[in-house]
């Protein structure tokens, strides 16, 4: 049992390394996004250096990457005598390896993205209606205020509070311990976008 979690824990970091910015930045562009703008391998800088399309690929790709990743416990809940009552911890646990992966890509020297939308694919696997409320969420701040980390940081925050809501809450305290891990990740991720909004840059 323990070598299925190590295996598939290892896949879930591997999906989540998949650097799509840097990947198709180079491919398309002749472009390392890492070297313009914030610096980040991620979608935000993306939208940033190379444009709305290239943003857009980048984001779904990444989205995707966390989804499949997460999902990876309901397989292994199907082949293995896991009990059901443990999946949401799986889900946690698998989808923080593609997070992890995505920070720290090994593909491109452990220099990624800060994460945001490979999180939201992990949470979409592990709660399809908090994600779509956090969602609505940051395309409501992106549209008044066309700053995407503002979005991304205010999405996060919204989590963990939806999930104190009886509608939204699963019972579940581990991923209510995440939820708030998520939000205090995230704005430690985006200390330089915060200084740059302060700004107003």
């Not at 409320?133 to 989590?159: D, E, N, R, W």
Request: glycine share 10%.
């Amino acid at each position: 049992m323990i070598i299925e979690f190590i295996v598939t824990g290892l896949i879930g970091y591997i999906l989540g390394s998949i650097p799509t910015a840097v990947w198709l930045g180079k491919a398309f562009f002749g472009v390392d996004v890492r070297s313009y703008g914030s610096g980040n391998a991620g979608a935000t800088n993306t939208f940033r250096v190379l444009g709305k399309k290239a943003g857009i690929v980048v984001m779904a790709v990444d989205i995707f990457k966390g989804w499949t990743a997460t999902s990876l416990a309901e397989i292994l809940l199907v082949f293995t005598e896991i009990p059901p009552e443990n999946l949401v911890d799986l889900k946690l646990m698998f989808g923080f390896a593609a997070v992890l992966g995505h920070v720290f890509p090994v593909y491109v020297n452990f220099k990624g993205g800060k994460g945001v939308a490979t999180l939201l694919g992990m949470v979409i696997s592990i709660h399809p209606l908090a994600a779509l409320a956090c969602t609505m969420v940051f395309v409501l701040v992106l549209l008044l205020s066309k700053y995407v980390s503002l979005g991304s940081m205010l999405a996060a925050l919204a989590f963990p509070l939806f999930l104190l809501m009886p509608f939204f809450n699963l019972h579940e305290p581990m991923l209510n311990i995440f939820g708030i891990i998520i939000f205090i990740a995230v704005a430690l991720t985006h200390q330089k976008n915060i200084k740059r909004i302060i700004n107003g840059d």
